[in-house]
C-alpha cells in the first residue's frame, strides 16, 4: 500500500495527465475511454480523475467517454462519485467494479474499448501482469501511467509500448509523520507511443515532485543518487549520460538524444538541451550548423 504522501503524488500526476491526454484524445476520435484501477484503496484519485474529465465538458459534448473504475475496497466510492458524476456532461458515462487491475481486461473488452483511444492508471500492489498490460496496450491506441513495487519496464516493452519511461520516487522527510527520509516508493512508469505524452509525463513528474518534496532515481541504479527536481536542477549527470550514448552509437540527431533522455534517465526533454549546449561549449561534441537553435535534425557528434 502506498503511504499518504505517495498517493498524493499518484493523484496529481493522474489529474494532470487526464487534463493532458483527454482533448487529445478527444481531437483524434468520437469515442474514448479512461480506465482507473487501484489494488487497494483509490486515496481520492477517482474523484480527483473524473473532476477532470468534467472540466473538459466542452471539448466531450458530441462524443462518448467511458470511465472505469476499478478498486479492491470500493465500499465508499458510489457515494462519493455520485456528486462528482453529477456535474459531467452526459456524454460521460462512469461504471465503478468491484475488483482490482487484474480484472481490467475483461473490463475493456465489456466496454468495448477496442479500436479507440485509451488511458490507463493502475497503482499495483505487486507486479504489473502480461495480460492486464496488453489490454491497457489496446492495439496501438492505448497508453498507460502505473505504479509498481519494482521496475515495469520489461513487461510494458512486452505488451507492445515501445517509449517507456520510469522513475523511482524518494520521499524527503517531512518530520517523520509520513515517511522517513531517502523512503522508497515503488517505481512509476509510463508506457506510449507517443514522444509528446512521454514529454507530458516526464513534465508533470518533475512539478509535481517540486510540490511535493520528491526527488526522482533511475530504477537501474539503485544506488545512484537522487536527483532534486525543485529549483534549478544538476544537469552533469545527463550531459555525462549523453556523451557516453554519442560514443556508444556515433552521431545522433538532438531529436533521438531527447528521446534517449525521457527513456533511460529521470530528466526532462528540455534538460537535453542545456546539457547538449554543455557538451558543445566545452568541446566534447559539434554540431552541425555553426549557430543558432539546435534543431530536432541537426546530428551532434562527440569529438575524438
Same mark, same amino acid.
Given at each position: 500500500?502506498?503511504?499518504?504522501?505517495?498517493?498524493?503524488?499518484?493523484?496529481?500526476?493522474?489529474?494532470?495527465?487526464?487534463?493532458?491526454?483527454?482533448?487529445?484524445?478527444?481531437?483524434?476520435?468520437?469515442?474514448?475511454?479512461?480506465?482507473?484501477?487501484?489494488?487497494?484503496?483509490?486515496?481520492?484519485?477517482?474523484?480527483?480523475?473524473?473532476?477532470?474529465?468534467?472540466?473538459?465538458?466542452?471539448?466531450?459534448?458530441?462524443?462518448?467517454?467511458?470511465?472505469?473504475?476499478?478498486?479492491?475496497?470500493?465500499?465508499?466510492?458510489?457515494?462519493?462519485?455520485?456528486?462528482?458524476?453529477?456535474?459531467?456532461?452526459?456524454?460521460?458515462?462512469?461504471?465503478?467494479?468491484?475488483?482490482?487491475?487484474?480484472?481490467?481486461?475483461?473490463?475493456?473488452?465489456?466496454?468495448?474499448?477496442?479500436?479507440?483511444?485509451?488511458?490507463?492508471?493502475?497503482?499495483?500492489?505487486?507486479?504489473?501482469?502480461?495480460?492486464?498490460?496488453?489490454?491497457?496496450?489496446?492495439?496501438?491506441?492505448?497508453?498507460?501511467?502505473?505504479?509498481?513495487?519494482?521496475?515495469?519496464?520489461?513487461?510494458?516493452?512486452?505488451?507492445?509500448?515501445?517509449?517507456?519511461?520510469?522513475?523511482?520516487?524518494?520521499?524527503?522527510?517531512?518530520?517523520?509523520?509520513?515517511?522517513?527520509?531517502?523512503?522508497?516508493?515503488?517505481?512509476?512508469?509510463?508506457?506510449?507511443?507517443?514522444?509528446?505524452?512521454?514529454?507530458?509525463? @516526464?513534465?508533470?513528474?518533475?512539478?509535481?515532485?517540486?510540490?511535493?518534496?520528491?526527488?526522482?532515481?533511475?530504477?537501474?541504479?539503485?544506488?545512484?543518487?537522487?536527483?532534486?527536481?525543485?529549483?534549478?536542477?544538476?544537469?552533469?549527470?545527463?550531459?555525462?549520460?549523453?556523451?557516453?550514448?554519442?560514443?556508444?552509437?556515433?552521431? @545522433?540527431?538532438?531529436?533521438?538524444?531527447?528521446?534517449?533522455?525521457?527513456?533511460?534517465?529521470?530528466?526532462?526533454?528540455?534538460?537535453?538541451?542545456?546539457?547538449?549546449?554543455?557538451?558543445?561549449?566545452?568541446?566534447?561534441?559539434?554540431?552541425? @550548423?555553426?549557430?543558432?537553435?539546435?534543431?530536432?535534425?541537426?546530428?551532434?557528434?562527440?569529438?575524438?
Amino acid at each position: 500500500m502506498p503511504t499518504n504522501r505517495t498517493a498524493d503524488v499518484l493523484r496529481e500526476l493522474l489529474v494532470r495527465h487526464v487534463a493532458t491526454w483527454l482533448p487529445a484524445a478527444l481531437h483524434r476520435s468520437r469515442r474514448v475511454t479512461v480506465a482507473l484501477a487501484w489494488a487497494g484503496a483509490d486515496g481520492g484519485g477517482a474523484d480527483a480523475a473524473l473532476r477532470a474529465v468534467a472540466g473538459h465538458a466542452a471539448q466531450i459534448r458530441g462524443r462518448q467517454v467511458t470511465v472505469l473504475v476499478l478498486a479492491d475496497e470500493v465500499t465508499d466510492l458510489p457515494a462519493r462519485l455520485g456528486p462528482v458524476e453529477a456535474e459531467l456532461p452526459p456524454e460521460v458515462t462512469v461504471h465503478v467494479l468491484p475488483g482490482g487491475p487484474a480484472r481490467l481486461p475483461v473490463a475493456l473488452k465489456a466496454a468495448s474499448a477496442a479500436g479507440a483511444p485509451l488511458f490507463c492508471f493502475l497503482d499495483l500492489s505487486g507486479p504489473a501482469h502480461a495480460e492486464v498490460l496488453r489490454a491497457c496496450a489496446n492495439g496501438r491506441n492505448g497508453e498507460v501511467l502505473l505504479h509498481a513495487a519494482t521496475s515495469a519496464r520489461p513487461a510494458l516493452a512486452l505488451a507492445g509500448f515501445p517509449l517507456v519511461a520510469e522513475v523511482a520516487p524518494v520521499l524527503e522527510a517531512d518530520g517523520g509523520v509520513n515517511a522517513p527520509a531517502d523512503a522508497p516508493a515503488g517505481v512509476i512508469a509510463f508506457g506510449s507511443r507517443s514522444d509528446r505524452s512521454l514529454e507530458a509525463v @516526464r513534465d508533470a513528474l518533475w512539478t509535481v515532485g517540486a510540490d511535493f518534496g520528491v526527488r526522482y532515481r533511475d530504477p537501474a541504479e539503485p544506488a545512484g543518487a537522487p536527483v532534486k527536481v525543485a529549483g534549478e536542477p544538476d544537469l552533469e549527470p545527463l550531459a555525462r549520460e549523453l556523451l557516453a550514448e554519442l560514443r556508444r552509437g556515433g552521431p @545522433r540527431p538532438v531529436t533521438e538524444l531527447r528521446r534517449h533522455t525521457l527513456t533511460a534517465t529521470v530528466y526532462r526533454a528540455a534538460d537535453a538541451n542545456q546539457a547538449l549546449a554543455t557538451l558543445l561549449n566545452e568541446n566534447k561534441a559539434t554540431r552541425e @550548423r555553426e549557430s543558432g537553435r539546435l534543431a530536432g535534425d541537426e546530428l551532434i557528434t562527440p569529438t575524438p
